[in-house]
């Protein structure tokens, strides 16, 4: 694969550009990662090519996940990253634990959000039945 932070700008790599969540060397470890993803080589990474990655295929929120991330580009791909980083403020985080729940994208978390999304979690464990009493 060569080098692949070559081909990034120095724009790229300032840690101003991801709202200093990462640090430079973060951002080329990124985007080495993102260019092992996109193995199209057409610069964003698919639905399909997220799911090769076998910790993101066995999570029980990662259709949830994929709304939200088919196909983006290295910076989409980065700011979508930067909720899990450790200098990601609560705001940002709250800002995108709410985008996994507000499933039909409204701007709210209502009760079929929820009850979705312990569907998600539970699959066939537990019935429909247990979950209404449950919530």
């Known amino acids: 694969m060569g080098n692949t932070s070559s081909m990034l700008t120095q724009y790229d790599i300032e840690e101003e550009h991801c709202n200093n969540t990462f640090s430079q060397q973060e951002i ?51 700011a979508f990253l930067s909720a899990f980083s ?19 994208c409204n701007g709210k978390v209502t009760f079929n959000d929820i009850m979705d999304m312990l569907r998600d979690l539970t699959g066939t464990y537990i019935s429909e039945q247990q979950r209404q009493v449950s919530f």
Request: charged share 25%; glycine share 4%; with cysteine.
């Open 28 to 78: 080329v470890s990124l985007y080495q990662r993102f260019c092992q993803l996109d193995r199209s080589g057409e610069g964003f990474i698919s639905a399909d090519e997220f799911l090769s990655v076998p910790e993101f295929a066995v999570n029980p929120l990662s259709q949830r996940l994929l709304r939200m991330i088919d196909g983006l580009n290295f910076k989409e791909f980065v």
């Open 86 to 104: 450790s200098r990601a403020t609560p705001d940002q985080k709250i800002e995108f634990i709410f985008k996994v729940y507000d499933l039909d």
